[in-house]
């Protein structure tokens, strides 16, 4: 039996931190070399991860601490504004391994590669600079993409995800009281994933996000402008063909909910309706956003650069 790969994780204590040890923990490929939370240093990864087998303790690593421990793969699952310190000390040694950041911090940078497998796979395999794609923004892009050359128009893209989207430092977002009974708009203009959309899908859209009590799970829902006419069927084959062999989409035609994507390895779209003049299109997209959104994805593309197959460790 050949010898796992190391993946070093940066941000272990965040909630998907905690899906990535439990991913990597049941990896057959993988094994955690090191995972870096300064809160809880010193503590048994098991101890807060039951899912981890391994003797691995959390430590409070600093940026030229990580790019001296061996590994194969770094994944860094920091807030935004967070992953240069560990970027650049990485990018200052000789040893070559891959980075897969989690942040919003290199999806704009041409440098590196968009993680998005199901759109762009093949720029993926080999790559040692990715950048995992946001929940919303991966939701938004699989909904819209078979449709990209039949706009006439800009998408509007009405989005509600659990406050586990918020992260673990406290705010508004992910105030379990503020949220009670309550569904709260933020960011309405200019949100990061509006961006990180309209640039990686190449066409102008629109984003209202939410937040809603539930801890997990993600939904997109959007109105598409098309420039040729189009029945409901037809609509649905379009996603059909598009998304035939991607084991991590499921289409249905009734409209999924948000709980149908919490806990869900990928994605379901479905919802399909047309206006009665044929020229408007809806489409559904719900997910996990710490799966699919964040964590799974990432083990998408650490499986894609160091040439395993993609699904690996992942449950279909």
Not at 26 to 36: C, I, K, Q, R, T
Not at 64 to 72: K, S, T
Not at 127 to 138: E, K, L, V, W
Not at 244 to 252: G, K, V, Y
């Amino acid at each position: 039996m050949s010898e796992p790969f190391l993946v070093g994780l940066v941000g272990a204590r965040g909630h998907t931190g905690h899906e990535l040890i439990r991913l990597i923990a049941g990896h057959p490929e993988l094994m955690l070399a090191f995972a870096v939370s300064r809160e809880f240093a010193g503590r048994r990864v098991a101890e807060i991860d039951p899912e981890d087998q391994d003797e691995c303790i959390f430590e409070a690593l600093s940026p030229d601490e990580v790019a001296q421990r061996r590994a194969d793969a770094v994944i860094l699952a920091m807030p935004n504004g967070a992953a240069k310190d560990y970027v650049d000390a990485i990018n200052a040694q000789s040893a070559p391994r891959v980075i897969v950041d989690l942040s919003a911090d290199y999806r704009f940078n041409d440098d590196w590669a968009y993680g998005l497998p199901e759109l762009n796979r093949e720029t993926l395999k080999g790559a040692t600079r990715i950048a995992n794609p946001g929940c919303y923004a991966t939701a938004m892009q699989l909904a819209l993409a078979p449709l990209v050359d039949r706009l006439d128009g800009v998408p509007a893209c009405f989005g509600v995800s659990g406050y586990s989207g918020a992260g673990t430092k406290p705010g508004p977002r992910n105030d379990q009281e503020r949220l009670k009974d309550n569904l709260m708009p933020y960011a309405l203009v200019g949100h990061k994933h509006e961006r990180e959309a309209t640039r990686h899908l190449g066409v102008p859209i629109r984003f209202m996000p939410h937040v809603h009590p539930a801890f997990r799970g993600l939904i997109v829902t959007a109105h598409v402008p098309m420039k040729e006419k189009m029945d409901t069927r037809a609509l649905a084959k379009v996603f059909e063909d598009r998304y035939a062999d991607e084991a991590l989409i499921t289409l249905r035609n009734a409209p999924p909910e948000l709980k149908d994507g919490a806990g869900m390895t990928g994605v379901m779209i479905g919802g399909f309706g047309v206006s009665e003049d044929g020229l408007n299109a809806v489409v559904v997209a719900a997910e996990d956003n710490l799966l699919k959104g964040a964590a799974v994805q990432a083990i998408q593309n650490v499986n894609l650069a160091l040439d395993l197959h993609e699904l690996t460790g992942i449950a279909i």
